[in-house]
């Protein structure tokens, strides 16, 4: 069984910085792309970032030049540097990782952390 794991999110003031991580852990024989997708209170859940294996990156058009992800390969962990923060970043983020677990090392699935929430105050 995979899990995933994010943790640093907090509540910060405009303008601030947070870091958040999340590590995939478990049966894994290897991960492809991983992300970072968000939703605030009534709102769908939207891309935050994506990073292929190789360290292709893809960033929401809301957080281009704030946001940066990044990933260790070797620790199957994915982080989020998130600068510059805004009140409207408010949201729960969610990681995303596509494992290929040992046994079916064939098929990529989709899995999910459980959600950190981040507060950006005015």
């Known amino acids: 069984q995979v899990q995933l794991v994010e943790s640093g999110g907090g509540l910060m003031q405009a303008g601030g910085s947070l870091r958040l991580s999340c590590a995939a852990s478990g049966s894994i024989f290897s991960i492809d792309d991983m992300g970072w997708y968000r939703q605030a209170p009534g709102k769908q859940r939207e891309l935050v970032a994506t990073?292929?294996?190789?360290?292709?990156?893809n960033y929401g058009d809301s957080v281009k030049g704030r946001f940066t992800i990044s990933r260790d390969n070797g620790k199957n962990t994915v982080y989020l540097q998130m600068n510059s923060l805004k009140p409207e970043d408010t949201a729960v983020y969610y990681c995303s990782a596509d494992v290929r677990a040992r046994g079916s090392w064939n098929i990529a699935t989709q899995m999910w952390g459980q959600g950190t929430q981040v507060t950006v105050s005015s």
């Open positions: 990073i292929t294996r190789r360290g292709f990156t």
